[in-house]
């Protein structure tokens, strides 16, 4: 199993918050969701951190069987779509930047 993880390392925008959320969650979430071979998508914003950590207001975590699954989707026409929305609404709403990390994962249950 692997992760993709998009950090959205920066600012909503002053007066914002409620806005950018409303946005991710009703334009990008169903789109995300979309993404060919997924079997996880995670969206996570923002709460608290510590003193002098670095800002992310948002992080999307989707997650894949395989390296196949994840090549599919990054390929997809739905991404190139997502792509497009991610960029009007960080227009609206964000200053910062958004990096990606792909992770493979263990799982140690309780």
């Known amino acids: 199993m692997i992760t993709r993880f998009a950090l959205f390392e920066g600012r909503v925008k002053p007066g914002q918050t409620a806005a950018f959320r409303k ?3 009703e334009r990008l979430v169903p789109l995300w969701r979309q993404f060919p ?15 002098g950590a670095p800002e992310f207001p ?3 975590a989707i997650t894949y069987p395989d390296r196949a699954a994840l ?7 739905v991404r190139s779509q997502s792509r497009e929305v991610t960029s009007e609404v960080m227009a609206d709403y964000f200053d910062g930047r958004i990096h990606h990390h792909v992770t ?5 249950k309780a």
């Open 37 to 51: 071979g997924n079997t996880d998508v995670r969206v996570m914003f923002g709460q608290e951190r510590d003193a």
């Open 71 to 77: 090549d599919l989707a990054l390929t997809s026409a």
């Open 23 to 25: 946005a991710v969650t």
């Open 58 to 60: 948002l992080i999307l």
């Open 104 to 108: 493979e994962a263990t799982e140690y």
